[in-house]
């Protein structure tokens, strides 16, 4: 695609995105909400036209290319009221196979995302992560070569995440081309190639090591803290690159250049304003703190 | 088509609320108006009044479907994004809309069958001909396009599922109980008797218990040929209008 744009009025979302992803390649499009990443993906699939700009899959049209897709929407679009065979055979039937034919794919397809024993159940009955595969499994037909998933794995629990996140390594070996739409770091990390989108541009683009080493951020010091308050956050921020510290769930991410040194003396300023740090872990940064060297923001919403 | 049709079948029947509106609500209906609405009648006509109450809750069984259950239909289909999803497949609109209509069809058929069988072990009886129940045939079908014209209308412009399904349950509620459909044609004041003759689902039950029943039931003349000319026409016109409204909007590309 080039020079893609999208307007809602005069609210610009998609300004001027360039982006080739090759066949057989999992890309991963990572941003916050209202980034436009979404947006995106629904042109690509043919649900929203562009403003302007060219897009091309295979050398046509979106609308001309439809059969080459498999969408995932972000909702849960499955029929709860239909068991999850009866689920496949809809889409079977809308595609325009035969009764057998449809049953037969319906077969392999329930095998692949691991859901043949529960082929007979109603959704409703379904946990949050089967019924994602079971809608991965809709755009997984004979034919499509192209799968794009958007934000596949929220709202599911860790390990249905987990093994939702298997099935789509699976995919890879099979050389689907995977657009994957994600605010979620450790997601995108499993793709050969992340786009960074941030107020419909695409800020950064590379496989994601190469992502992590260009954006020159060192260790990543988690600190839980017994309060998280603004005096705390200033105090953190001294030891921290650029002075940003990334508030999380239950403390702070702090970008250190050199934790060793900066670890007894972050302890004791915390003491000295009445904060006990529960715990301290380094790891190496992630996606999501490239995204928020980059620009500032964070992927995800912060409690 | 086949498809659509298989789906939307099947979530009208497992869905218990849809069975009760659709199909118990009705019959109840016609088991406490065949026992309480008869007390004073002359014994003769008791049958006959038994007959247009099962034929006016057969009615409202079928604008339930149309009015109320196909626009919640819509909208939960667009609310948990299987448009979306089924806008980015290779598949024509039109097909998913016969699908649709013809599932509401079938569903509504099943209902107004069973709610009528209910009223025949009541006591409802029937007085008519070979024609007479070929045209009621036909005014019933008008029901069910108008109803469905309705239906669409609101499932195309009311988003959410909630919202769709008690606009449609207050509309096929307060239609059928201002337009005659549940209540006497003569005991209605003469601006609701204009309304009664002008909605179609209205003139088309009245003409169905004139076929069905008998003349004195229906209140009016619903088979004079300008009536009949308009409760086509109107019938017909909300079904295109549904329709249109429901293929420019909810499978418009934004």
Same mark, same amino acid.
């Given at each position: 695609?080039?020079?893609?744009?999208?307007?809602?009025?005069?609210?610009?979302?998609?300004?001027?995105?360039?982006?080739?992803?090759?066949?057989?390649?999992?890309?991963?499009?990572?941003?916050?909400?209202?980034?436009?990443?979404?947006?995106?993906?629904?042109?690509?699939?043919?649900?929203?036209?562009?403003?302007?700009?060219?897009?091309?899959?295979?050398?046509?049209?979106?609308?001309?290319?439809?059969?080459?897709?498999?969408?995932?929407?972000?909702?849960?679009?499955?029929?709860?009221?239909?068991?999850?065979?009866?689920?496949?055979?809809?889409?079977?039937?809308?595609?325009?196979?035969?009764?057998?034919?449809?049953?037969?794919?319906?077969?392999?397809?329930?095998?692949?995302?691991?859901?043949?024993?529960?082929?007979?159940?109603?959704?409703?009955?379904?946990?949050?992560?089967?019924?994602?595969?079971?809608?991965?499994?809709?755009?997984?037909?004979?034919?499509?070569?192209?799968?794009?998933?958007?934000?596949?794995?929220?709202?599911?629990?860790?390990?249905?995440?987990?093994?939702?996140?298997?099935?789509?390594?699976?995919?890879?070996?099979?050389?689907?081309?995977?657009?994957?739409?994600?605010?979620?770091?450790?997601?995108?990390?499993?793709?050969?190639?992340?786009?960074?989108?941030?107020?419909?541009?695409?800020?950064?683009?590379?496989?994601?090591?190469?992502?992590?080493?260009?954006?020159?951020?060192?260790?990543?010091?988690?600190?839980?803290?017994?309060?998280?308050?603004?005096?705390?956050?200033?105090?953190?921020?001294?030891?921290?690159?650029?002075?940003?510290?990334?508030?999380?769930?239950?403390?702070?991410?702090?970008?250190?250049?050199?934790?060793?040194?900066?670890?007894?003396?972050?302890?004791?300023?915390?003491?000295?304003?009445?904060?006990?740090?529960?715990?301290?872990?380094?790891?190496?940064?992630?996606?999501?703190?490239?995204?928020?060297?980059?620009?500032?923001?964070?992927?995800?919403?912060?409690? | 088509?086949?498809?659509?049709?298989?789906?939307?079948?099947?979530?009208?029947?497992?869905?218990?609320?849809?069975?009760?509106?659709?199909?118990?609500?009705?019959?109840?209906?016609?088991?406490?108006?065949?026992?309480?609405?008869?007390?004073?009648?002359?014994?003769?006509?008791?049958?006959?009044?038994?007959?247009?109450?099962?034929?006016?809750?057969?009615?409202?069984?079928?604008?339930?479907?149309?009015?109320?259950?196909?626009?919640?239909?819509?909208?939960?289909?667009?609310?948990?994004?299987?448009?979306?999803?089924?806008?980015?497949?290779?598949?024509?609109?039109?097909?998913?809309?016969?699908?649709?209509?013809? /599932? +509401?069809?079938?569903?509504? @058929? =099943?209902?107004?069958?069973?709610?009528? $069988? !209910?009223? #025949?072990?009541?006591?409802?009886?029937?007085?008519?001909?070979?024609?007479?129940?070929?045209?009621?045939?036909?005014?019933?079908?008008?029901?069910?396009?108008?109803?469905?014209?309705?239906?669409?209308?609101?499932?195309?412009?009311?988003?959410?599922?909630?919202?769709?399904?008690?606009?449609?349950?207050?509309?096929?509620?307060?239609?059928?109980?201002?337009?005659?459909?549940?209540?006497?044609?003569?005991?209605?004041?003469?601006?609701?008797?204009?309304?009664?003759?002008?909605?179609?689902?209205?003139?088309?039950?009245?003409?169905?218990?004139?076929?069905?029943?008998?003349?004195?039931?229906?209140?009016?003349?619903?088979?004079?040929?300008?009536?009949? /000319? +308009?409760?086509?026409?109107? @019938? =017909?016109?909300?079904?295109?209008?549904? $329709? !249109?409204? #429901?293929?420019?909007?909810?499978?418009?590309?934004?």
């Amino acid at each position: 695609m080039a020079k893609l744009t999208k307007k809602y009025g005069d609210n610009e979302v998609l300004k001027g995105v360039n982006l080739q992803i090759a066949e057989g390649e999992f890309y991963a499009l990572m941003g916050p909400n209202g980034s436009g990443k979404t947006t995106l993906a629904s042109i690509i699939a043919s649900v929203r036209s562009p403003t302007s700009g060219q897009i091309e899959i295979y050398g046509k049209k979106p609308e001309h290319a439809k059969e080459l897709i498999g969408y995932v929407p972000q909702e849960n679009f499955s029929s709860p009221v239909l068991t999850g065979a009866e689920n496949l055979m809809y889409f079977a039937g809308l595609l325009g196979y035969s009764k057998s034919a449809a049953q037969k794919i319906v077969e392999e397809l329930l095998n692949k995302i691991g859901l043949t024993e529960d082929a007979s159940k109603r959704v409703a009955d379904y946990s949050g992560g089967m019924r994602k595969r079971l809608e991965v499994a809709t755009a997984l037909f004979p034919d499509i070569r192209i799968l794009i998933l958007d934000e596949p794995t929220t709202g599911l629990d860790p390990s249905a995440r987990r093994k939702f996140l298997g099935l789509i390594q699976e995919l890879r070996r099979e050389k689907t081309t995977v657009l994957l739409i994600t605010h979620i770091g450790a997601d995108a990390e499993l793709a050969s190639r992340v786009g960074l989108i941030d107020d419909g541009q695409i800020i950064a683009d590379d496989e994601p090591e190469k992502l992590k080493k260009a954006s020159g951020l060192k260790d990543v010091m988690n600190i839980e803290t017994t309060i998280k308050t603004e005096e705390v956050a200033n105090i953190l921020s001294q030891f921290s690159e650029k002075k940003r510290v990334l508030e999380t769930d239950v403390g702070y991410r702090v970008y250190c250049q050199d934790v060793d040194k900066a670890t007894p003396e972050m302890v004791r300023a915390l003491d000295a304003c009445g904060c006990k740090a529960t715990k301290m872990d380094t790891e190496k940064p992630s996606l999501e703190d490239v995204f928020f060297k980059l620009t500032e923001k964070t992927v995800r919403e912060v409690s | 088509m086949t498809a659509t049709f298989g789906k939307t079948i099947k979530e009208f029947i497992r869905q218990k609320t849809i069975l009760f509106w659709t199909i118990a609500w009705p019959i109840l209906w016609v088991l406490i108006g065949s026992f309480s609405f008869t007390g004073n009648a002359p014994s003769e006509i008791v049958a006959y009044i038994r007959g247009a109450i099962a034929l006016s809750m057969s009615v409202f069984a079928l604008m339930t479907a149309g009015i109320a259950n196909l626009p919640g239909n819509i909208a939960q289909d667009r609310e948990r994004g299987l448009l979306s999803k089924l806008m980015s497949m290779p598949i024509n609109p039109w097909r998913d809309f016969l699908g649709r209509i013809l /599932a +509401l069809l079938a569903f509504s @058929s =099943l209902a107004a069958i069973l709610v009528t $069988l !209910v009223g #025949y072990g009541c006591g409802a009886r029937f007085s008519y001909s070979l024609t007479g129940l070929a045209q009621a045939l036909g005014f019933l079908l008008l029901i069910s396009l108008a109803a469905a014209g309705i239906g669409m209308l609101i499932g195309t412009f009311i988003k959410h599922v909630h919202g769709a399904i008690m606009s449609g349950v207050g509309t096929a509620v307060v239609t059928a109980a201002i337009s005659g459909v549940m209540t006497p044609y003569a005991s209605l004041p003469w601006l609701l008797q204009q309304f009664a003759r002008i909605y179609p689902i209205s003139s088309a039950s009245a003409a169905i218990t004139f076929l069905l029943v008998g003349k004195d039931y229906a209140g009016y003349d619903p088979l004079s040929a300008n009536q009949t /000319a +308009l409760t086509v026409v109107i @019938s =017909l016109l909300l079904f295109v209008g549904g $329709l !249109v409204a #429901y293929s420019r909007f909810c499978w418009r590309k934004e």
